[in-house]
Structure formats: structure tokens, C-alpha cells
């Protein structure tokens, strides 16, 4: 057969006279590098190697399923098998293009199917076809998109969740596809990012309105007068019937806990200032049973 790797010039002229056995591994290290090079046009420049082979497709030219590279950015087309398209029907667009990216990887851009009985493949947002040969014939396969999973997670290395098929019922003749099918990595379902911002909250209020709470009460006892601060929470914080009269229940209770701690308070001072002794009266345990029992509350409005 005949060479087809680099001139043996390349690789070995700097061997001659000099060495009188030869390292074959050496031998293949250099040839593997001057033939990367010269598939790369000998400047370094990224291409692709051999064109791939898809299912129900062949290239369009005869000589590009002969080529050895390809530069960045080329384009090799390819051409569907009689009776295949690129959505599944007869008289659909019979071409599609795979492109040499910059990473050297040929990037498939379409792919040959046949239509089960529901007709025209269905458009998936962020996927394509990938042309799978199914063993049942009314699933069609898809690929998502790059940047883009089944699961909103990056890529496995099984690739599980980068694939997935669409079934056709030859009953109803619809296929059974749901968007969206495929999510960008970053993308967190509705329901999951739902929970961590209500559990983010919960812990947010359970800290903040205890606090506000006894704020409150501090500034209270320091004005010396009485004033209903937390009338309005219950307009706030509720709309259903129900809720509405379990927040006005926990403030009345509130309220009252709120009055009967600030009297006490003003006694602890005055005595303390006769005998300068016990620990004032707080209304930790109180705002903290309030805000844990007002949580619920706002949840059940939903």
C-alpha cells in the first residue's frame, strides 16, 4: 500500500549519520507530530479530522467522506437516503450541514429521519434530532442543544441527560412531547427554586420579626406610652377569611403579652433602683412564639 503519512524526509533526516539504532517509539512520536501538523495545514490552525458517518445520510460530494481534515468553520453536506428527511416527510429538505467548530469537532446541525404515523417530527425547544435508528419505530430521538441538558445539570459523561426520545401514539396519532425538554445547566425548576426561596424566607423572618418585635418593646417602655403597633399586620400579611382571624388571634395575644410585659418592666426599674438587684423582664420567648406560629399563617395563603 502506498504512504500516506508525511514525507519520510520530515522524520528522519536529523537521524541520518547520527544514529546508528533507531528508538521506534521515537520514530512514532515524530511522525505523529508532523502528521498533526500537516492535517493542520502546518501553521497550527484548528481543523477536524476524518468527516463522521450519520445514520440514513451520506455526504453529498462522494470525495468529503474521503477527506482527511477539515479547517474551522468548513462545512461538509450531507444528503439524506431516499425515503428519509430532515423532519420525517416525503417532501420536507433532504440536506443538512455538519460544521468544523473551533475546538475541532464537527458540530451536526440536522440529521435523517422518517416520520412515524403522527407525521412531521415535532420542533423541541433547545434540541434536534439526532438521527438514532430506534428499535421501535413510532420514537423519535433528540439531542439538546449545546449548553443545554435534560436535566438542567452539565452533560454526564454517560451523556444520559443530554438524550431523550418522543413517542408517537398511533392511536391519537400526537406525539406525547412536553416542553421544554431540554434547560439550560444553570436552570432550577419552578418547584425546587420555590422551596429555597420559601425556606430562605422563613429563616430571614423568624430573625428579623422577633427582633422588631422587642424593638418595639424597648422604645415602648422608654416612651412610657401605649400604642397598638401591630393592628395593621394582619392587613398585611392576610386576605382569606381564615387566615385573617388566626393573625388577629395572635395579636391579640400578642398585645397582651406586649402590655403585660411592659408593666412588669417598669416595676423591675423601680425596684431595682431600691434594691439594684434581678434581671429585667423580656419578651423573647413571647415575639418568638408570635413569629413562629405568623409564618404558618402566611403560608396558607400561599
Request: hydrophobic content about 35%; glycine content about 6%; overall charge neutral.
Amino acid at each position: 500500500s502506498s504512504w500516506e503519512g508525511p514525507p519520510i524526509s520530515r522524520i528522519c533526516w536529523p537521524l541520518r549519520g547520527r544514529m546508528k539504532f533507531v528508538n521506534p517509539v521515537v520514530v512514532v512520536a515524530l511522525w505523529a507530530s508532523a502528521t498533526a501538523v500537516e492535517l493542520r495545514g502546518g501553521k497550527g490552525d484548528v481543523s477536524c479530522g476524518l468527516v463522521p458517518e450519520y445514520p440514513n445520510a451520506a455526504t453529498k460530494d462522494f470525495a468529503d467522506a474521503h477527506k482527511k481534515s477539515t479547517a474551522a468553520g468548513g462545512k461538509i453536506v450531507f444528503k439524506c437516503k431516499k425515503g428519509y428527511s430532515t423532519d420525517g416527510l416525503p417532501e420536507s429538505p433532504a440536506e443538512f450541514e455538519a460544521v468544523c467548530s473551533d475546538v475541532g469537532i464537527f458540530e451536526q446541525k440536522g440529521s435523517c429521519i422518517r416520520a412515524p404515523a403522527c407525521g412531521k417530527a415535532p420542533t423541541i425547544t433547545n434540541a434536534m434530532l439526532s438521527g438514532k435508528v430506534m428499535k421501535d419505530d413510532n420514537n423519535i430521538h433528540y439531542a439538546c442543544n449545546k449548553g443545554f441538558s435534560t436535566n438542567g445539570k452539565e452533560i454526564t459523561r454517560s451523556k444520559e441527560n443530554m438524550y431523550f426520545e418522543v413517542h408517537c401514539d398511533t392511536l391519537t396519532k400526537k406525539y406525547d412531547n412536553s416542553d421544554p425538554m431540554c434547560v439550560p445547566y444553570s436552570f432550577v425548576p419552578a418547584k425546587e427554586a420555590y422551596a429555597k426561596y420559601s425556606k430562605l424566607f422563613e429563616v430571614l423572618f423568624k430573625n428579623d420579626c422577633p427582633a422588631r418585635i422587642k424593638d418595639v418593646y424597648a422604645n415602648a417602655y422608654k416612651d412610657g406610652k401605649e400604642e397598638h403597633e401591630f393592628d395593621a399586620v394582619c392587613d398585611a400579611a392576610t386576605t382569606d377569611a381564615g387566615p385573617v382571624d388566626e393573625c388577629k388571634a395572635l395579636v391579640t395575644q400578642l398585645e397582651t403579652d406586649f402590655a403585660d410585659k411592659v408593666k412588669a418592666r417598669k416595676e423591675y426599674y423601680d425596684k431595682r433602683t431600691k434594691f439594684g438587684e434581678g434581671n429585667p423582664p423580656n419578651l423573647d420567648s413571647e415575639a418568638e412564639d408570635f413569629c413562629k406560629k405568623m409564618w404558618e399563617v402566611i403560608l396558607k395563603e400561599g
